[in-house]
């Protein structure tokens, strides 16, 4: 495809505006905005997203004050614990090199705290629906630091995920139109998402080049991520010429990036584009992301006919695989198995 060709100095800002319009031509100039975007560059800036910088400012609040308890403290929800890759990771816990990418895999200078889907983080639910289920063991209970000691954290997350859940379910619709299918096509899948989200504290890294990142070289899995970022920059976005091109904070936006798994379902007409996060600003950084996919259930078959054109790439996979498998690999103590390629 045309597209592909081209490379990019700078990351698109898409207005959301419209992403829910009840004009048919709204959305689907939105769609041709977004396709240019997510084959172009792989990333896209939004702004009128409709969550409120209120939201936002309590968010990061509540993530500075669960990274500025005692290592002990965290600890107590630490992720080795847990069987579904929740809760808290310390600094160098993950590795700062993707082993798809470059060897040998060494800590990040980063620690996080990872959530997944709970029906409490799900407007559309209610406590007596039933739970969701995987064959993956991906889904299951997140391990919460003592309210006690973090009053109102575990609310005022599950407030900024379901919001951005919502986000999400409206933002795949118009992914659909953009990759050339009926707007529907992802809602089934999307019932019980396989969602995770993490906050992420970034210690400042003294110089460049003699650091080690605090997340290295790498694509996220799912199908896209929506990433608030603080004030302090540090993400750095790889174009087609190997150059890191910049993704600053930016007032009232958020950043989406598309994900291996929706790019692999695209055939790759969608780029899921390298990024990594150096913090050379001498400032603490915070950041959260929150990563979308479909029902880890979700059998997923390439896409030809609107997808690249060409014949499909891959064959057929479970969702809740590939990300089970990316997941194994990531963290240092726990060891994934090889990925299957045709
Ligand atoms: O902290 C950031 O800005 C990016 C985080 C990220 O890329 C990730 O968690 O996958
Ligand atoms: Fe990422």
Redesign the pocket.
Known sequence: MAFQEVDFDSIPIIDLSTLASPHTHERQKLADLVNKACAEVGFFYIKNHGISDELIDRTFEAARNFFAMSDEQKMSCYLGKSKNFRGYSPLYGEKASNPELEEPAQGAL?E?FDIGYELAGDLRKGPNDPPPQDAYGLHGDNQWPDERLLPGFRDVYFDYFSQVLELSRKLIRILALALDQKEDFFDSAVEYPGVAS?M?H?PPQPVEGQGIP??AA?T?WECF?I?A?DHVP??QVLNNQGKWVL?PPILGTL?V?IADCLATWSNYRFKSTI???VNLTGEE?Y?I?F?FGVDYNTTISIMENGGSGEKARRKPFTAGEYVHQKLSNGYIGYDGESEEKT
Request: charged content about 15%; hydrophobic content about 35%.
């Open positions: 980063s996080a993490r992420l970034y605090g997340q790498h996220d991520t990433l970022q540090g993400l993704a950043v990036n990024h990594r996060v950084r950041s992301p990563f």
